[in-house]
């Protein structure tokens, strides 16, 4: 009995492996963490990447070089795409992740006001519909365009219900877009 309250006490006292019982137990919390901040970083990117491409490929609108060529809607969704680096879906179709919408408007303040943001609540294992239209009107010399470009980024991590999805599919909305007045090309009147 004596030999069985020795090892008793022993084992109480002993603190080996007491470090990876901790570890243990901050460990499912710590790399959480580091996913979160990797993918809030990803999503950052991304963002910026989307918001660069569009301020690319806006500038051609308004300096008439779209209108020059006689691009069209694909043309110009091309021309997003191409400042995107490979690291979005640009595929068109059923799946489409990238909505792309050129516009002309009255004036700067039009743009916020009669052009509302609506995506689309509808989703099913296809992902959310878009209301959304791909318009292409590039307008001519002197018009105030509104471009914009919205994107359902895939996202990854899911902790207990907690993610950085903003659409009920599952992505995450990265939307940019310009307002600009364009130059006066091809025009004489204009002011």
């Known amino acids: 009995m004596q030999t069985t309250v020795r090892r008793g006490r022993a084992f109480c006292r002993d603190e080996r492996g007491a470090t990876l019982i901790e570890f243990g137990f901050l460990a499912i919390p710590f790399f959480m963490v580091i996913v979160a901040i990797l993918e809030t970083a990803l999503i950052f990117l991304a963002g910026q990447i989307l918001d660069s491409a569009v301020n690319d490929s806006a500038r051609l609108v308004r300096t008439g070089q779209a209108q020059t060529l006689e691009w069209n809607g694909d043309n110009f969704r091309g021309a997003i795409c191409e400042g995107l680096y490979g690291l979005f879906d640009c595929s068109n179709g059923a799946n489409e992740r990238l909505r792309v919408s050129v516009a002309v408007v009255t004036d ?3 743009a916020t006001v009669g052009y509302p943001l609506e995506i689309g609540d ?4 296809d992902g959310c519909d878009w209301k959304i239209s791909s318009d292409y009107v590039p307008g ?4 105030v365009v509104l471009v914009r470009a919205f994107y359902k980024w895939p996202t990854i991590a ?6 950085f999805a903003t659409l009920a599919g599952g992505d995450r909305l990265l939307g940019a877009s310009r307002v600009f007045r364009n130059e006066p090309f091809g025009c004489s009147d204009c002011s």
Not at 140 to 143: H, I, R
């Open 108 to 110: 700067f303040s039009a």
């Open 122 to 125: 509808e989703c099913g294992e």
């Open 140 to 143: 001519t010399g002197a018009d």
């Open 158 to 163: 899911d902790f207990f219900g907690i993610n």
